[in-house]
């Protein structure tokens, strides 16, 4: 049975899809029957999201004043 | 994931040839991811958009022999990395040693179960004040792992992309991950931010 510390490693590394069929479909019941597994699963997703959606520290005009000077 | 387009021979023949508009579109695709990965290298705005334009000379000098059949993307990101490395003169050791590992293992019994489970965070990915946390917290990640998170989750590059660029096998891309992850998460649950 694979343990809660177990599936937080797979989950924080990235590992789940590249275990094998049988062990995804363990972890995946796990995912089911474990409350906080799974919070840490979706929250792991939805931090993913949430960094996409803070706005970068670039200057609005960066493209323009890049083709700018390599262009001289 | 997301995909970038290879280019093909005639656009890079345009590039080859200096036409303004080649030299430009590639410049419009791909400045703003490589100065974000640079930001999160740890470098300042000023830093960052001054190591953008180094790799976009670069790129200029070595398109002659630029083999199209990989992807340009790749090789951007992949000189800003050796660029910001060499600036920073260091190399992705990650050590096998790591505070946060220990930090990790401590939320779990003998057994693996939790002792300390993972709190609801919902409310805090939510609201107005994630990117101010994320910012304060991220600057407590070493800046391997925070390149490594950003090229994930902000650029959605995939494993075998994020290896190449950094120079890493697929299980130190994994620790990198885990530990970036592991350690913004305790930081974000340390803030009280997302507590009810």
């Known amino acids: 049975m694979i343990s809660c510390r177990n599936i937080a490693r797979l989950v924080l590394s990235d590992q789940i899809d590249s275990q094998t069929w049988l062990k995804r479909m363990e972890i995946r019941m796990h995912l089911l029957m474990c409350r906080l597994c799974s919070r ?3 929250q792991n997703k939805d931090l993913g999201e949430a960094v996409k959606r803070i706005p970068d520290s670039a200057p609005e005009d960066l493209e323009e004043r890049l083709i700018a000077r390599l262009s001289r | 994931m997301n995909s970038a387009p290879e280019i093909d021979d005639a656009f890079l023949d345009r590039v080859r040839l200096r036409e303004p508009e080649a030299v430009a ?4 695709e ?3 991811p490589l100065f974000r990965a640079a930001r999160a290298m740890g470098f300042s705005p000023t830093e ?6 180094d790799v976009f000379v670069t790129f200029l000098e070595k398109v002659a022999g630029f083999e199209g059949r990989s992807l340009l ?4 990101f992949g000189v800003l990395h050796r660029k910001c490395m060499e600036r920073r003169r260091a190399a992705i050791v990650e050590s096998h040693l790591d505070p946060i590992d220990e930090v990790f293992e401590a939320r ?3 057994k693996g179960s939790w002792i300390r489970p993972p709190q609801d965070l919902e409310r805090l990915l939510l609201s107005k004040e994630l990117g101010q946390a994320i910012d304060g917290c991220s600057a407590g990640l070493a800046a391997s792992q925070r390149e490594a ?3 994930r989750e902000v650029e959605g590059l ?3 992309e994020i290896c190449k660029i950094l120079g890493v096998s697929v299980t130190n891309l994994g620790v990198l991950l885990f530990r970036a992850r592991a350690r913004l998460r305790e930081c974000l649950e340390a803030s009280g931010l997302g507590r009810k």
């Open chain 2, 25 to 28: 579109q590639t410049v419009r």
């Open chain 2, 108 to 110: 779990f019994d003998t």
């Open chain 2, 73 to 76: 993307r790749t090789w951007l």
């Open chain 1, 40 to 42: 840490l699963f979706r």
């Open chain 2, 30 to 32: 791909h400045a703003r």
């Open chain 2, 48 to 53: 960052a958009e001054d190591l953008v334009q």
């Open chain 2, 149 to 151: 998170f950003v090229l």
């Open chain 2, 158 to 160: 995939d494993t075998p």
